[in-house]
Structure formats: C-alpha cells, structure tokens
C-alpha cells in the first residue's frame, strides 16, 4: 500500500461530527492505512460531495466511511454516486441523540447499500476496523495485524477475568 496515496475516505457532515469520526481517523493510523478525510454534506453542498463520491475510486479510493447526525443522508448520497464500498456511521446529538441518523443511514433502498454500523463513537471505530478488514482480503499485511489486534483484544479480556477472579468473584470453569 502507497503511504502517501489514500485508500480510505473519511467523511462527515460537519465539523462538529470530528468528535466521533476522529475515532476511525484513529483506528486507521494504527493500522497505517492512509487516509483522507473531509468535511461534506448531502444538503448543504450536494455538488461537492456528488463530485467526491464520483471520483473518489479515480483517486484511489478503496472504501468511504461516512458519519452524519440528525436525519442526515450523506452515506446514502455518497453510495448513490460510487460502486465502492460505503459505511454509514450515525453520529450522535440532536434530540433523538442519533437515532434518526441511524434511520436515515440503513433505511437504503434496495440496489444502494450502505453498511450500517452503530451509533457514535463505536460505530466509527467498528467501521475503520471494517475498512482495513475490506482492504485486508487482498493485503496479507493488513490481515496479519487484524489478527494480532484480535489476539490484543483477547488477552485484554483475559486480564480482566483473571482480575476480577484475583477480587474475590465467582471462576468459571468449563
């Protein structure tokens, strides 16, 4: 993989959704995947973000994460205008604190998918983590350090079991 080519688009609806799409800028690094990452929205400036979709694979584009709040569409528009792979993150706030988001961004119709992931922080982070497992299928560095984060997150929950179990608390034991 190029450093210096981006391979993965972040985008999000305004400026104040950097607070929870930062998390898949994040997850990116770690896994040194390049990466781009935009301010667009599907209402207030529908041309840019139509022109971003359309020429993101000429750009070298590989997959774009998407994060808007309220009933903000700009995932659906961005699937509406690229064949790659599109995931939709919720970002949280408003007085449905993200749900109407969420129902904005999988409510799709059928023929432009777009991956939903959960609302918010984890949902940003679960889908950078999506994006280096869809580069990872044709790069064997990338699955090799997708199974080490995994490995990671296991001794992580081991840790914690044997410090709960060190407190006092019930082992299991199979």
């Not at 961005?78 to 599109?86: D, R």
């Not at 992931?117 to 949902?123: A, K, N, Q, T």
Request: aromatic content about 4%.
């Amino acid at each position: 993989m190029d450093a210096e080519t981006p391979v993965v688009g972040i985008v999000m609806g305004s400026d104040s959704d950097l607070e929870v799409m930062g998390r898949a800028a994040r997850v990116l690094e770690e896994f040194d995947v390049p990466f781009e990452i935009s301010v667009l929205s599907a209402h207030r400036s529908p041309r840019l973000s139509a022109e971003y979709a359309t020429s993101a694979r000429a750009r070298g584009m590989k997959t774009l994460i998407c994060g808007a709040g309220r009933a903000a569409h700009l995932a659906g528009v961005m699937a509406a205008h690229t064949t790659l792979p599109v995931l939709g993150v919720p970002v949280d706030g408003g007085p449905l604190d993200g749900v109407d988001a969420l129902y904005a961004t999988v409510q799709m119709p059928p023929g432009i998918p777009v991956g939903t992931l959960s609302i918010g922080s984890h949902g940003a982070t679960n889908a950078a983590l999506l994006a280096v497992q869809i580069l990872a299928v044709e790069n064997d560095d990338l699955a090799r350090q997708l199974a080490q984060y995994r490995e990671g997150l296991e001794q992580a929950v081991g840790a914690k079991n044997d410090r709960m179990h060190a407190q006092g608390w019930a082992n299991y034991s199979a």
